[in-house]
């Protein structure tokens, strides 16, 4: 066993239990070389969140860029080649009964000559649209509920404007 001997160190702390041959460190610590380890390990850290951070922004753009403005799959590709291919080129649609596809700038072309002369064969009247019930057009939260094979019920007509009021609605 080691034996207490107070007159080793003079310059130890009272509560230090002194042991023959065994001293504490004396050394002051190298606060240099703390802070250049510190400041190494903070550079390290940012270095890394910025790191991470641009590898997420260059995965959301590359995601982003292939989801929704990407590439299309060859399928839709030959889909729109397909289409175009129809839309610039004569061929026939049914061969028996003699109707036949024209390109569209031609199409186009014979329509807009024919509204031009006045030749036009298909309806081209506008109409007002229907006002649509309240609540949408389901017909609100609770739509009454139609019986199969009722008549739909009339809507009141809506009676015919004064002609003093539609004189003074257009001034």
């Known amino acids: 066993m080691s034996q ?9 702390p009272d509560t230090a239990i002194m042991v023959e041959g065994v001293d504490y460190d004396r050394r002051d610590a190298k606060s240099g070389l703390i802070a250049i380890v510190s400041i190494a390990i903070l550079g390290v ?7 991470v951070y641009w590898l997420y922004i260059e995965a959301y753009q590359r995601v982003d860029q292939e989801v929704y403005a990407g590439a ?17 080129r004569y061929s026939y ?14 199409a ?7 509204f031009g002369e006045g030749k036009v064969s298909y309806n081209t009247t506008s109409y007002p649209a229907k006002p649509e019930p309240p609540g949408g057009a389901a017909g609100g939260a609770n ?13 009141p007509a809506a009676p015919p404007a004064a002609p003093e009021a539609a004189h003074k609605a257009g001034h």
């Open 143 to 155: 739509p009454p509920a139609v019986q199969p094979g009722a008549a739909p019920a009339a809507q």
């Open 45 to 51: 850290l940012v270095v890394m969140i910025v790191g």
């Open 4 to 12: 207490f001997d107070p007159n080793l160190d003079s310059t130890a």
């Open 108 to 114: 186009m072309q014979i329509v807009a000559n024919e």
């Open 93 to 106: 649609i049914d061969k028996e009964k003699g109707v036949i596809r024209i390109p569209i700038d031609q």
């Open 72 to 88: 299309p799959s060859q399928e839709l590709q030959a889909i729109h080649e397909r289409e175009e291919e129809n839309l610039h």
